[in-house]
């Protein structure tokens, strides 16, 4: 599962790759991965420009036009930049074709994959972002460790805990407690 750092490239390399791209239309041949109705998806994604890609923890946020534009890659989640004359791969589940002729495609083997659309003025105050804890960078340790104390979980629970603390997974989240010895089941 790609957590914070492996997000983060993903981020900038889609946005040194495709920010400018104006998006025609969408093919959706798994529509579930869509959390708005599909059809009003589909129309108001039409003629959006891509004007930046940001990042919330595992999320990636393309902030177009008039929209926000919220993916969660979950366990497999990729995306591939194509040209829109390449045939359709397997688990390659929904197609941005852009105005220049190229595409993106997001490929999702296990299609645990989230992609929701939401107003660009409001975004953050809307499920998913608006319940995510802070990125590691930004937490104030004196906080976290009085949050910390008060949890009746596992410290690993808690570190995975999205609304604590953004971005980490099980292999950042083990690697760190194992380089501060500290046992995965300690209670926070």
């Not at 900038?12 to 009003?40: C, F, Q, R």
């Not at 890609?53 to 926000?68: E, P, S, V």
């Not at 995510?132 to 104390?149: A, H």
């Not at 999205?162 to 950042?172: F, P, S, T, V, W």
């Amino acid at each position: 599962m790609p957590e914070l750092p492996e997000v983060e490239t993903v981020r900038v390399t889609l946005e040194n790759e495709i920010k400018g791209e104006v998006i025609t239309y969408v093919d959706a041949h798994y529509s579930k991965i869509i959390t708005n109705n599909l059809e009003w998806f589909l129309k108001e994604i039409q003629q959006q420009t891509i004007k930046r890609i940001d990042r919330m923890g595992k999320h990636l946020i393309f902030i177009l036009d008039n929209y926000a534009m919220i993916i969660h890659l979950r366990m497999e989640g990729k995306f591939y930049i194509k040209e829109d004359t390449e045939p359709l791969e397997k688990h390659e589940h929904i197609v941005f074709h852009f105005q220049s002729g190229r595409n993106l495609r997001y490929h999702d083997v296990r299609k645990f994959g989230t992609i929701t659309l939401l107003d660009k003025t409001t975004y953050l105050d809307q499920y998913p972002l608006n319940v995510l804890g802070k990125e590691p960078k930004d937490i104030n340790i004196k906080f976290f460790f009085s949050t910390l104390q008060r949890r009746k979980i596992t410290i690993k629970q808690a570190l995975l805990d999205q609304h604590l603390i953004a971005g980490l997974g099980n292999i950042y989240v083990d690697e760190t407690l194992f380089l501060s010895a500290i046992h995965p089941q300690r209670i926070a």
